[in-house]
């Protein structure tokens, strides 16, 4: 079925993880075996689900969330800024047998940061919680989701999609292993750098190249729709048709880079929805993660529809 023609209407749904970021300072990564001092901790909502549907809904978006949670505080604070953002919660389930979602985050003084994931009630979709959203889908004028659920739900989202002409946007993030199918449907493909060379082994079989732009022309080649390559400070690399569009980012003070990726793929998600093209979205989504990474956190670094983006 061909995707429906609602432009300017931009009703998104989000399916994906939603977590507790448990974020740990430190003046530096430690090596293996070290133990060194850290310098600050805190918590805060976190998972790229629920981050890239808040992304959205901060910056003024009709989103709808649909993700899994334990019961009790932590999915209270999961769930907060989604809440106060304005999303709608009613497809998201806190299951009593399962404990929510936990990220262990650790940032160094750059802002980088490495990140452990606990799926907990992230990794209970099944293909029949999928299907129960068929109605919200048919509603939806673009789909997103990302690699933190089981690789079944997300296929069989990406089918649902085909079989109600709506847009599908898959940020293959981390990199699981979903169906062929699945890889052509997304339009886009949102991955970064290292991810979009292992999407491409997985499709071809072949040693990805080393060059970003040549990368992204085999994953078109390789019958995926479209493709956006996040590359953080350097911008992004978009792929529409044969057409190839490099995007630069703004230049800011990094304080946290938790989460921009996230921001960008809200912000782009927003975009889409809403009829505009992949460039003028694209570089839009720059300019929101260059906002986020000058504070520190993810939801909490977000930008709000009043808020000035870098240029």
């Given at each position: 079925m061909p995707e429906q023609n609602r432009i300017g209407e931009g009703r998104i749904l989000v399916v994906g993880s939603v977590n507790v970021d448990l974020v740990l300072a430190v003046p530096r990564h430690p090596e293996p075996?070290?133990?060194i001092a850290g310098t600050e901790s805190r918590r805060s909502p976190g998972g790229k689900g629920a981050n890239q549907a808040c992304a959205a809904a901060r910056l003024g978006g009709d989103v709808?969330?649909?993700g899994r949670t334990g019961t009790g505080p932590d999915a209270d604070l999961a769930l907060d800024l989604l809440r106060r953002a304005g999303a709608d919660l009613a497809a998201t389930t806190g299951?009593?047998?399962e404990e929510t979602g936990l990220a262990v985050v650790t940032v160094d003084e750059a802002g980088e940061n490495s990140i452990v994931i606990i799926a907990g009630a992230n990794g209970s979709w099944t293909v029949q919680d999928v299907e129960e959203l068929r109605a919200a889908v048919e509603e939806s004028d673009l789909v997103v989701s990302q690699g933190e659920i089981p690789a079944a739900a997300v296929d069989r989202l990406a089918r649902l999609c085909a079989e109600t002409g709506t847009r599908f946007l898959l940020n293959l993030a981390p990199v699981i292993g979903v169906a062929e199918s699945t890889l052509a449907t997304a339009h886009p493909l949102v991955v970064n750098e290292s991810e979009a060379r292992l999407a491409l082994t997985a499709l071809t079989g072949?040693?990805?190249?080393?060059?970003?732009v040549d990368t992204v022309r085999q994953l078109r080649e390789?019958?995926?729709r479209s493709v956006v390559m996040t590359r953080g400070a350097s911008g992004a690399i978009l792929t529409v048709d044969a057409e190839i569009d490099e995007i630069t980012s703004p230049t800011v003070p990094a304080v946290d880079t938790t989460g921009a990726g996230d921001a960008f793929v809200g912000a782009l998600a927003?975009?889409?929805a809403r009829g505009e093209s992949a460039a003028v979205a694209g570089r839009r989504a720059a300019r929101v993660g260059a906002f986020a990474v000058t504070r520190h956190g993810a939801q909490p670094s977000y930008p709000e529809r009043q808020d000035a983006l870098p240029k």
């Open positions: 075996g070290e133990t709808r969330f649909a299951l009593p047998e072949a040693e990805a190249p080393d060059d970003d390789a019958g995926v927003l975009g889409l």
